[in-house]
């Protein structure tokens, strides 16, 4: 339930935020990293499978699975998810080994930014300016293109990804309380 300065699609303060449920050892549950891997699995798959590999790679890009890079903002577990989904998808990208690092490394940097946003219209933002400066820095080169058109690519088909298809999915999630606690 919101608090009288707290909307309702507004997140709850970070000390109600979910964590990666440990056990007395400081060792993740096992639940958690099932999650993890399900979540990195969801990820490759939709961006390597048809019809969804198509738009995945190159300069202009939508990336289907990123609707999921506003799930760190509910679940802080999920960067990690997201970080190996990354790792996995960029196997087949043209871009292969500056994917696979960078590429990874700007989803797993996003994902620390996106459990701190202040509130959920925010939260899909980390991974469009985070993508769209790290990205744009080896796929200009790479594909021979300027740089600022490539960063406008990338920035747009992230907007879409990030804004248009996976802000109203953070958005349901927070309408749905109990289908946060199974998740947690």
Not at 31 to 54: K, M, N, Q
């Amino acid at each position: 339930m919101a608090g009288p300065n707290q909307s309702k699609e507004q997140a709850p303060d970070n000390q109600n935020r979910f964590r990666i449920e440990k056990r007395g050892n400081g060792r993740p549950v096992p639940g958690t990293l099932t999650r993890i891997a399900f979540l990195g699995g969801v990820y490759a798959v939709l961006t390597v499978l048809p019809p969804f590999s198509g738009f995945g790679y190159g300069p202009v890009q939508v990336r289907v699975a990123e609707i999921f890079t506003v799930l760190p903002f509910l679940f802080p577990w999920a960067k990690w998810g997201l970080y190996i989904g990354c790792i996995l998808a960029n196997l087949a990208s043209p871009f292969f080994i500056w994917d696979i690092t960078l590429g990874a490394v700007a989803s797993l940097i996003s994902g620390f930014i996106t459990e701190r946003m202040p509130n959920p219209y925010l939260a899909p933002l980390p991974p469009v300016i985070v993508n769209a400066f790290i990205v744009s820095s080896y796929v200009a080169p790479l594909s021979g293109l300027g740089y600022w058109p490539v960063f406008g690519y990338i920035f747009l088909g992230q907007a879409v990804s990030c804004y248009v298809l996976g802000l109203p999915v953070l958005l349901f999630l927070l309408r749905n309380r109990g289908l946060i606690d199974r998740l947690r």
